[in-house]
């Protein structure tokens, strides 16, 4: 049985995670009352149950709700029903421009402005994205990307493995990504945005790899770096995390992070591991 509850902020594309569930054969159900998430589960979770894949979708409806959702959360861990949440998270920027767009009004905001509501829902939603398994920024997704992500990591296959590693390039003058597990800054490397014929492309050109690699401090800080991450990802298997996310880091994020990302995502991939790659801000400028 596969149980996925699917939360997170309001505006973070959970309607459109519980679609892509739903196209990948998941019995989904939005807005179940949490009174009732333990019945549910129970129904699920009998011998007899035809459905072997559950998605359960709860967003915020104020204290009252998010107290009784921890209750049955916590029924479910004692009574043994495991299950596996995902979070959605996005910037307060991107979900304001989302309330904007579709001129609706936040479900915490009916007597105050929008900002404040995201305000006092993050806040309440905290101790939840603390015990997610997987935690997905949406910020800079569209959803077809969102939902070749949450493709990835709940696939079914022979070869799936319950850890899904995302290598995500970016650059540092435009944010940390949030949901970085793991960050490694990579502006110590030769910089293409400085060779005039180099600056309009991006890590994904040949060139432009070439020449971030062309030193004897790249190839040894890559291969100290592979054998870091690889040392480390059997061990976050062996604990059981479901999602690392690994942040790489320039200046702009159209050259360096890009490379080395690449170079990761091949290497791990050629490994066997369930890997995505992401270049958050190689497009712009």
């Known amino acids: 049985m596969?149980?996925?509850?699917?939360?997170?902020?309001?505006?973070?594309?959970?309607?459109?995670?519980?679609?892509?569930?739903?196209?990948?054969?998941?019995?989904?159900?939005?807005?179940?009352?949490?009174?009732?998430?333990?019945?549910?589960?129970?129904?699920?979770?009998?011998?007899?149950?035809?459905?072997?894949?559950?998605a359960l979708g709860i967003d915020i409806r104020g204290r009252k709700f998010f107290e009784a959702l921890h209750e049955s959360l916590n029924y479910l861990r004692n009574a043994n029903y495991?299950?596996?949440?995902?979070y959605l998270d996005c910037s307060d920027n991107v979900l304001l421009r989302r309330y904007k767009m579709t001129r609706r009004n936040h479900p915490l905001a009916n007597n105050t402005q929008i900002p404040e509501g995201i305000k006092m829902e993050r806040k309440i939603m905290e101790p939840l994205k603390e015990i997610s398994d997987c935690i997905i920024d949406t910020?800079?997704?569209?959803?077809?990307?969102?939902?070749?992500?949450?493709?990835?990591?709940?696939?079914?296959?022979?070869?799936?493995?319950?850890?899904?590693?995302?290598?995500?390039?970016?650059?540092?003058?435009?944010?940390?990504?949030?949901?970085?597990?793991?960050?490694?800054?990579?502006?110590?490397?030769?910089?293409?945005?400085y060779v005039e014929e180099l600056r309009p492309k991006t890590g994904d050109d040949k060139e432009v790899r070439e020449y971030v690699m062309d030193s004897k401090i790249s190839?040894?800080?890559?291969?100290?770096?592979?054998?870091?991450?690889?040392?480390?990802?059997?061990?976050?298997?062996?604990?059981?995390?479901?999602?690392?996310?690994?942040?790489?880091?320039?200046?702009?994020?159209?050259?360096?992070?890009?490379?080395?990302?690449?170079?990761?995502y091949d290497d791990l991939s050629s490994k066997g591991y369930r890997v995505v790659k992401k270049h958050r801000d190689s497009m712009l400028r």
């Open 82 to 86: 495991k299950y596996e949440m995902m």
């Open 139 to 193: 910020s800079n997704m569209k959803p077809k990307d969102l939902k070749e992500e949450i493709s990835k990591i709940y696939s079914d296959g022979e070869n799936n493995q319950n850890l899904t590693i995302s290598v995500v390039s970016f650059g540092f003058k435009h944010g940390i990504p949030a949901d970085c597990d793991l960050v490694f800054d990579v502006r110590f490397l030769p910089n293409p945005y």
């Open 219 to 264: 190839e040894e800080f890559y291969e100290k770096l592979l054998d870091m991450i690889n040392f480390l990802v059997p061990q976050y298997i062996e604990e059981g995390k479901h999602h690392l996310v690994i942040g790489i880091g320039c200046t702009g994020g159209r050259h360096r992070s890009v490379t080395i990302s690449n170079m990761i």
């Open 2 to 54: 596969k149980f996925v509850i699917v939360t997170g902020l309001s505006g973070s594309g959970k309607s459109e995670a519980m679609r892509a569930l739903e196209d990948m054969g998941f019995y989904c159900v939005d807005n179940l009352p949490p009174a009732l998430i333990t019945k549910f589960a129970e129904l699920c979770y009998q011998p007899n149950s035809s459905i072997d894949k559950v």
